[in-house]
Structure formats: C-alpha cells, structure tokens
C-alpha cells in the first residue's frame, strides 16, 4: 500500500498531474495493489476529462483502503521525499528549489521548516550562482546539510502511516 499511498500524496502535490493516472495505476497494477478503480482507472486514456480520472483515483484510494492525505501530509511527504532524494545525491539543490514553493515551509516540524526554508531562500539561483559563486556554494552547502538532517528523522509522514502502526 505504500506505493498507492506515494502516488495519493504526489497528486495531491501535483508531481503526478490527472493525465498521468492512468499509466501510474497501469503501474500500481504491475506491482501488486488492485481493485475495480484502479484497473477502471488504468485502463483509461490520459486524454479523459481529468475530474473522471481524478474520481478513479479516489475511488480506488477508498477501495484500497489508503487515505487520501490532507495537504499538510502531503507536503510533509514531498519535503522527506526530496531530502531523502538530495541526500543520496539522485538530485541536485536547484532541483529541489524548483520543486518546492514559497509558504510550504509554514507548517511542519522544526526540521521540515528549516529544510523547506533552505530551499526557498534564494530567490534568483542563476544570479548567484553566477554572481556569488561562493554564497551558491554556502547556500547549497546549507540545503544539503537540511536534507540529510531531514532525511534521518524519525517522524517521516512516508514512513508513519495508518496501516504501518503497530
């Protein structure tokens, strides 16, 4: 279920827009999870009206049992995952700069703040990178360091669902 609960929280983020459902249940399928909706839902056409397929996805969420997450979840899920990601090294500071948005950072634990601030403190990334090749490094340098603090919390949303307690 967790891979349903990853594609529930990506949506909700909108790292996974409504046309893109289908070919996600299509592979939600092929790994396991399964139910009416989301064979419905994987057999359709990334060109269907997008409330359709939106309905699927949260039909099949309900079938699956897998709640759909408020949008503070699904932000906390989105700031773990990219630190988690930048702390591995699969992705770059600019990355996750152009991942995250201003006002993210409003709620959360004092590590999800400090990372999510991190992210957005600079504006204009090119600019100094260019400019400031120093002040770029410190600010990824800094970013870095957030993730990796982040990405050993114990308190993951990623990690802490319904289903996993004991």
């Given at each position: 279920m967790d891979a349903v609960f990853t594609l529930a929280w990506q949506h909700s983020v909108g790292l996974v827009f409504p046309e893109g459902l289908p070919t996600a249940a299509a592979g939600l399928l092929a790994e396991g999870p399964d139910s009416p909706a989301l064979r419905d839902l994987a057999g359709r056409s990334r060109h269907e009206d997008t409330a359709e397929l939106e309905g699927l996805l949260q039909e099949a969420l309900a079938e699956l049992r897998v709640p759909v997450p408020d949008g503070e979840t699904a932000e906390r899920c989105l700031l773990h995952h990219l630190a988690a990601r930048l702390a591995a090294g699969d992705i770059d500071p600019k990355d996750v700069a152009a991942t995250l948005w201003y006002g993210v950072a409003d709620t959360g634990t004092e590590l999800e703040v400090r990372f999510a601030r991190a992210a957005v403190e600079e504006d204009h990334l090119d600019a100094l990178e260019t400019d400031?090749?120093?002040?770029?490094?410190?600010?990824?340098?800094?970013?870095?360091?957030?993730?990796?603090?982040?990405?050993?919390?114990?308190?993951?949303?990623?990690?802490t669902r319904p289903w996993n307690r004991s």
């Open positions: 400031r090749p120093e002040a770029f490094r410190a600010w990824e340098d800094a970013l870095r360091a957030a993730a990796v603090a982040l990405a050993a919390a114990e308190d993951s949303p990623l990690t």
